[in-house]
């Protein structure tokens, strides 16, 4: 077991990261080990309890889930299992597990420790302690003991002013309308005493001011403003009972009678009774109007005297703009009303914000992140007990541990939303449906139609109503999804129930899936125009709710996962032979962020963000082909799961061809290929690995290879990684390189206008150029980033190439951050000899360090953001060199390709940017970049004088620079002129 044994050193030694990589690697070698794959969860806990990233307790929870399977009765897995569940605050399934290994029998300290977190499984929670609570707030609130008063109340704050608002105001209104005077004098002291209370400890004056409005009857004998006051606050707590009861449309009486009564007395209130009302709006899917009155009534409310009721003002509204697909909006309201309720420490609504962020995030494909939030919400809402908040903060990690492809995680989420459902016909129905769902992706069908039947029976017992008909569309969603595989044309019909109803209540984020599971279900039973159909309606969906996210990172990944639609359509089409249609689609899947960026950049933006525009701003390959200049041809791949669609373009003709190869093939040989090219011993394998990818990739393509002098490449998924230039042909024997000027495009439409923007920016004058070096960056912010010498010689021997008339060259401290936005856009060429920092979590954080010098906050750290770039406009650059590592490389989106600092440059309105896909030595860097600008000095254009770069490599007198490793990280991204000036 020397993987185990090299992975428990690292851990020792505190380098978690060490051990999972030893540990990876060693169930490649042994997938069924139960011993390593235990031993992968005890490190993806130690790592957790080290970064506090809680997608390590997930990662940790799928493989002791899995070394539990492998080995039922092996204690390490079991320990592991049930440490995970507790640490995840999966309090049910958490017993259950140490429960498990405590049947195992003792061992020594661990089952002590079992024991232990047993005891603290069933330590009182928040709802419990405060029902017992109660009474002595009551009784020392009525008897004037203001201290001892004063810390229950601090301690339950949320449950006091509930208690407050929809009881004792409730009671006093009962007494009032029945006659019992001396219920009515101690109901409206509590009142007063609690919201005076309320008011001093965390300013929330509603109780407070409500008792006021009584009082103020009081004083004036006003016996039908105090019945009306009664009345009013009669119907708002018969309202709240009945829309717990899921009587929706009895509730909105209510309330409405409430809000009529409160008003006439000036009461504040009928605000209370008016946001229930915005609520029943909401649930009965009438979402303009509960917005409406939602604005109204945001309007008018006093924030700081009533913050509970603001921040649960804001929060509908963000659900409200989340049901419409307004993401972006609907996180603000959510963050606004989390610091409302952090201010106010109402510890259930804070978990309640905790998961709605957590869930929108999610919807916009932020899965990791999602877990930061989500965690914060099972925690809190574990500890406050029985809250609704935990349910839903379960069911989005289900959900999400779905989408990342752990189903398993997701079971062990979703037996404890069984669990906690427990009697209640609404929650219960649901978690069935659920988990049925995930069986049925376990390959589990007895347990699906278990579940399922288990839960029409549930459904059952569920009052009549919206919640009652989405549940039901829900049972019907279930219902089609498991026929699909088993029966397709069986499908359709519950499908279609589900998306009228999801229509109907405004649930848009649904329908686009259910678009594409009818189309499969449809072409299953051969009907390929009804799935095409669906396909096109599924399309059109996904791209209103893409333009109706307001923040460009979350409508990428919103948009990514729309993506295997566009998919499903361009195989469609190829196999009916549509192949224009096919890359009508293809194009129109492809970079609709970076090309929105790269219009508003060059003032070409159209006000109208609608997809009629983005649709019409996609070029057609017929278009495409005019536009490209001669002796230049265009490959545009499309990688499915079973195949990959290639379209070869040129001026003269049109190829199009099917590979036999699919996505998981491909990510395996693109990754071993990157491995071997960076491996001096494993020479072998990557001329292997080389030729294998040349001969599937583009041997098909040999006759239009040999017409072309510059091939542009538009990749897809992992072929965005796939150094081209480094492929061998096996007929000659030699690199791409040596027969081709390459260079890289995210989309044939984005090339076309590169191209277009590249030509405008020409001038026939000699060229302007700004070279920055060596920058003098701050050593505190990176550490351990070292100095770039070479850079900086470098940048000084480019000195020589050009005029010093139209060359400007800061190096060290003058290489500022300030002087670059300044600077940069009124050059040509500008070349960067610096680091490139990359952050694979978080693309628009990547970074250029430079030097701090002097400026306003915010620049003074030197730190220039891919952020900051896409801002920029470069009204006369036409080529960026980014002449430092890993500048091109970045995290692979599924619909806009890979999100490197090169892509920032694209965004910003540079045709073309040289950047490097992997580390290379400084000073071969500075060699190879030297010789770059050389040939552009002497006129040749940016693609040729790379391709000669390359090649002075390959061919020159220092045979070690020949190796690919050294010049195949190069690469052109975008569009530039291919005939010399």
């Not at 440490?83 to 029998?105: F, K, N, P, R, S």
């Not at 869930?359 to 099972?378: P, T």
């Not at 992997?918 to 860097?925: G, I, K, L, Q, T």
């Not at 391709?947 to 052109?972: C, I, N, T, V, Y």
Request: aromatic share 8%.
């Amino acid at each position: 077991m020397r993987f185990a044994d090299r992975a428990l050193a690292s851990l020792l030694d505190r380098r978690p990261v060490d051990a999972i990589l030893a540990l990876s690697h060693g169930l490649k070698l042994q997938p069924g080990s139960a011993l390593l794959t235990s031993d992968l969860a005890a490190t993806y806990i130690a790592r957790y309890e080290q970064r506090g990233d809680p997608f390590d307790l997930i990662l940790a929870l799928d493989a002791s889930n899995r070394s539990v399977q492998l080995a039922p009765t092996f204690r390490e897995a079991r320990f592991n299992q049930a440490l995970t569940l507790d640490l995840l605050h999966l309090g049910q399934q958490a017993v259950v597990a140490w429960q498990e290994y405590q049947q195992l029998g003792p061992d020594g300290g661990w089952s002590q420790e079992a024991a232990a977190q047993l005891v603290g499984l069933r330590s009182e929670t928040d709802k419990k302690s405060w029902l017992q609570a109660r009474e002595r707030l009551r009784s020392a609130a009525l008897k004037g003991e203001h201290a001892a008063a004063r810390i229950l109340v601090d301690r339950f704050r949320q449950f006091v002013r509930l208690y407050a608002e929809e009881e004792v105001l409730n009671d006093w209104a009962l007494a009032v309308s029945e006659g019992r005077s001396a219920d009515v004098r101690e109901a409206l002291q509590l009142a007063k005493e609690l919201g005076d209370l309320l008011a001093e400890v965390n300013g929330e004056s509603m109780v407070r001011d409500s008792v006021a409005a009584i009082s103020r009857a009081e004083r004036a004998g006003d016996q039908r403003a105090l019945a009306r006051l009664a009345a009013g606050h009669k119907a708002y707590a018969e309202g709240v009972k009945r829309f717990g009861q899921t009587i929706d449309r009895e509730a909105s009486d209510k309330f409405q009678e409430a809000f009529d009564q409160l008003r006439q007395e000036r009461s504040p209130f009928q605000d209370w009774a008016a946001y229930r009302l915005a609520f029943c709006h909401f649930y009965r899917g009438e979402i303009p109007k509960a917005l409406e009155d939602l604005g109204q009534l945001a309007g008018r409310l006093d924030v700081a005297r009533y913050p509970a009721l603001s921040g649960r003002v804001h929060t509908l509204m963000g659900m409200a703009n989340a049901r419409s697909a307004n993401l972006g909006v609907s996180l603000k309201f959510y963050r606004t009303a989390l610091a409302e309720f952090e201010a106010l420490a109402e510890r259930e609504h804070i978990a309640g914000l905790h998961f709605m962020i957590a869930e929108n995030l999610r919807l916009l494909g932020e899965l990791k992140e999602s877990w930061h939030h989500r965690h914060e919400a099972l925690a809190i809402g574990n500890q406050v007990g029985g809250s609704i908040f935990y349910y839903n903060s379960l069911l989005d990690g289900a959900e999400t541990a779905l989408r990342q492809g752990l189903p398993d995680v997701a079971l062990s989420f979703q037996n404890e939303m069984v669990t906690f459902a427990g009697a209640d016909p609404l929650l219960s129905t649901e978690s069935l449906i659920r988990r049925s769902r995930t069986y049925g992706r376990l390959g589990r069908p007895d347990a699906v139609d278990r579940d399922l039947e288990i839960a029409r029976i549930s459904l059952g017992k569920v009052p009549v109503g919206e919640r009652h008909q989405r549940l039901e569309a829900d049972l019907e969603f279930a219902r089609g999804e498991s026929l699909l595989l088993r029966e397709p044309r069986a499908a359709i019909e519950p499908l279609n129930r589900a998306l009228e109803v999801y229509r109907r209540h405004g649930e848009y984020f649904r329908m686009p899936g259910i678009y594409q599971m009818q189309a499969h279900a449809r072409m299953a039973t051969g009907d390929a125009l009804g799935s095409e159909e669906n396909l096109r309606v599924g399309i059109a969906e996904s791209e209103r709710q893409r333009e109706s996210v307001d923040e460009d990172a979350l409508r990428v990944t919103y948009f990514d996962q729309a993506h295997p639609i566009f998919d499903d359509m361009v195989s469609l089409l190829v196999d009916r032979g549509d192949w224009d249609g096919a890359f009508r689609f293809a194009e129109r899947s492809r970079t609709r962020n970076l090309l929105e960026a790269f219009d508003r950049s060059n003032g070409t933006e159209s006000r109208d963000r609608t997809d009629s525009r983005i649709a019409a701003g996609t070029l057609e390959a017929a278009e495409i082909r005019k536009r490209l200049p001669e002796g230049v041809g265009l490959i545009e791949f499309v990688v499915l799961d079973r195949k990959v669609v290639v379209w070869f373009l040129s001026r003269g003709s049109t190829r199009m061809v099917l590979l036999p190869v699919g996505r998981n093939w491909l990510e395996e040989k693109v990754a071993a290929l990157r491995e071997s090219i960076l491996d001096p011993a494993d020479s072998k394998s990557f001329v292997d690995a080389s030729q294998e990818l040349f001969r599937v990739l583009l041997t098909p393509l040999e006759a239009q290879l040999d017409h072309s002098q510059v091939l542009v490449i538009v990749p897809d998924k992992s072929l965005n990684l796939l150094p081209f230039a480094a492929l061998i042909d096996p007929r000659k024997g030699e690199y791409l390189v040596q027969s081709h000027a390459i260079s890289l495009s995210p989309s044939a439409t984005l090339y076309a206008r590169a191209l277009e923007r590249a030509r405008r920016l020409h001038t026939a004058g000699p060229e302007r150029a700004l070279v920055m070096g060596d920058p003098d960056f701050d050593r505190d912010i990176f550490p351990s980033l070292p100095r770039l010498d070479d850079a900086r010689v470098e940048a000084q021997a480019l000195a020589s190439l050009y005029d010093s008339k139209n060359f400007k060259l800061l190096l060290g401290a003058e290489a500022t951050k300030a002087a670059f936005l300044k600077e940069a856009p009124g050059f040509a060429i500008v070349h960067l000899g610096s680091h490139a920092v990359v952050n694979d979590q978080y693309p628009l954080l990547s970074a250029i360090p430079l030097a701090p010098g002097e400026g306003a906050e915010g620049r003074g750290s030197g730190v220039l953001y891919a952020r900051e770039i896409y801002q920029m406009q470069f009204t006369r650059t036409w080529l960026v060199v980014l002449a430092s590592c890993e500048s091109g490389l970045g995290p692979v989106s599924e619909s806009e390709g890979e999100f490197s600092l090169a892509r920032a440059f694209l965004g910003a309105g540079v045709p073309a940017v040289v950047s490097s896909s992997w580390s290379v030595n400084d000073r071969v860097a500075s060699q190879f970049f030297f010789s770059f600008h050389r040939s552009l000095t002497q006129g040749q254009d940016a693609l040729t004088a790379l391709r000669s770069a390359q090649l002075s490599f390959l061919h020159g007198r220092d045979e070690s620079l020949a190796a690919p490793k050294h010049w195949a990280a190069f690469q052109l991204i975008g569009g530039t002129l291919v005939e010399n000036k």
